[in-house]
């Protein structure tokens, strides 16, 4: 099995920053696509950035400019550094990794969520 942890999320006022972490460990043999998505209340969970293994990088329009995804694939783990945050920024973040196991499986995994609260 593989097990995601998060760390990083808080209270920050408007125009702050946070910076989220996510390591992985367990039974793991590569790494390929590494995420985050975020859920406000009330609605639906929504693509944040997606880092590849070789550092090819997605976001989504509402935060290029302000976050930066970035990974350490020695460390199995995902950043996203957040600057400029808005109260619209507000939400439960979940990093998600695509996982090839030692196991030769091929599978999503989720972490437990980290709440980000941008408020004055």
């Known amino acids: 099995q593989v097990q995601l942890v998060e760390s990083g999320g808080g209270l920050v006022q408007p125009g702050g920053s946070l910076r989220l972490s996510c390591a992985a460990s367990?039974?793991?043999?590569?790494?390929?696509?590494m995420g985050w998505y975020r859920q406000a209340p009330g609605k639906e969970r929504e693509l944040v950035a997606t880092i590849s293994r070789g550092g090819t990088t997605n976001y989504a329009d509402f935060v290029k400019g302000r976050f930066t995804i970035s990974r350490d694939n020695a460390k199995n783990t995902v950043y996203l550094q957040m600057n400029s945050l808005k109260p619209e920024d507000t939400a439960v973040y979940y990093c998600n990794f695509y996982v090839h196991t030692t196991s030769s499986e091929l599978s999503d995994y989720w972490g437990q969520g980290t709440q980000v609260t941008v408020s004055s």
């Open positions: 367990g039974s793991i043999s590569t790494i390929f696509e």
